[in-house]
């Protein structure tokens, strides 16, 4: 039996023609979200000699500060004013701030340490965690294709576990935290700027307290290795909002099903810098377990293509009887 959607994700007969347009957008929004995202690899390294820590605070406060400069341009303040009034929505990105801390974080380190590879299975594993999150948190039913899918990735998990000698932790935090960040956005009714302005906010104070005491240790990279290099920090506000602002976009007008399959493509950029150009080692055992989690995507992208297939005839035919 297929999921049961809640209601802000089901189809629509009535009036489905004006959502299409919505669609589209939804999907360029994903499309330019994961294209950027997937290249990340080759931009933290440029970082160096910057921490993870660091380089994550700069990330926090560079965004905020270019995300109110927008909202300043678009006089639309009293939008971010209305969402932190709102007591359940303020908890909601609040909490949506610290699950995107962590998969900054950790994501920022394990690129930097050597692990794109590992990092790219970790958002591979992703749209199999959000399915886990509908049954979950939502109270879904999978069908027979789905339960496949997630025992075939539970498989690779095994399989790369033994590879490792140790559990993905990295890939394994990467995927629920971020499936958990995609998940609050979508229950927040909210645009994407003034959302990521709250969650920026939210994170800026601890970001701002930590840079104090990096530079009191001597540590801090920011204005102490060359012009270069405090530009290439202060771009981690761009290349960190552009593809949020997208996302943030796109979750509001695409289903979760549709997200999870614009999904594969970040990790599939990821998996190939980490392999072409990283040059990261991939043992034969380790290449069986990330081919298990390619079957269970698969599965389950045959079986969520069929699923939208019969929706479009069944609204079609519908259509029909009513004209």
């Not at 080759?42 to 921490?51: D, N, R």
């Not at 990735?153 to 990295?170: E, F, H, M, N, Q």
């Not at 980490?274 to 990330?290: D, N, Q, T």
Request: net charge positive; hydrophobic share 55%; proline share 5%.
């Amino acid at each position: 039996m297929p999921p049961r959607w809640p209601p802000c994700c089901a189809v629509a007969i009535p009036g489905r023609s004006a959502e299409l347009p919505d669609n589209r957008k939804g999907l360029v929004y994903g499309f330019g979200a994961y294209l950027l995202w997937g290249l990340f690899p080759l931009y933290w390294p440029l970082l160096k000699p910057a921490g993870a820590i660091e380089i994550l605070a700069q990330r926090m406060l560079w965004s905020l500060l270019l995300i109110v400069g927008v909202l300043v341009a678009t006089r639309n303040l009293a939008a971010v004013r209305r969402l932190v009034a709102d007591r359940a929505k303020l908890a909601r990105l609040s909490l949506a701030a610290d699950t995107v801390s962590v998969n900054w974080g950790v994501y920022i380190w394990a690129v930097n340490a050597g692990h794109v590879i590992e990092t790219s299975l970790g958002y591979f594993i992703n749209p199999l965690f959000t399915i886990m999150l509908g049954v979950l948190v939502l109270k879904e039913r999978l069908n027979r294709a789905q339960w496949v899918a997630v025992g075939i990735a539970t498989l690779a998990i095994v399989v790369l576990t033994v590879d490792y000698g140790r559990l993905p932790w990295i890939a394994l935090t990467l995927a629920v935290s971020f499936g958990c960040y995609g998940f609050l956005k979508k229950q927040v009714s909210a645009g994407a700027v003034e959302s990521l302005a709250v969650e920026t906010a939210v994170m800026a104070a601890p970001a701002l307290l930590t840079l104090i005491v990096l530079a009191e240790q001597s540590r801090l990279a920011f204005g102490h290795h060359g012009a270069a290099n405090t530009a290439l920090l202060v771009g981690t506000g761009v290349v960190t909002a552009i593809p949020l602002l997208l996302f943030g976009a796109a979750a509001r007008r695409l289903p979760l099903t549709s997200i999870g399959l614009l999904q594969y493509l970040a990790p599939v950029l990821q998996f190939a810098v980490g392999v072409g150009i990283r040059h990261e080692p991939m043992p034969l055992a380790r290449l069986l377990g990330f081919v298990l989690v390619w079957v269970a995507l698969v599965v389950l992208t045959v079986d969520a293509l069929a699923r939208r297939r019969r929706a479009g005839d069944l609204a079609r035919s519908a259509e029909a009887l009513a004209a």
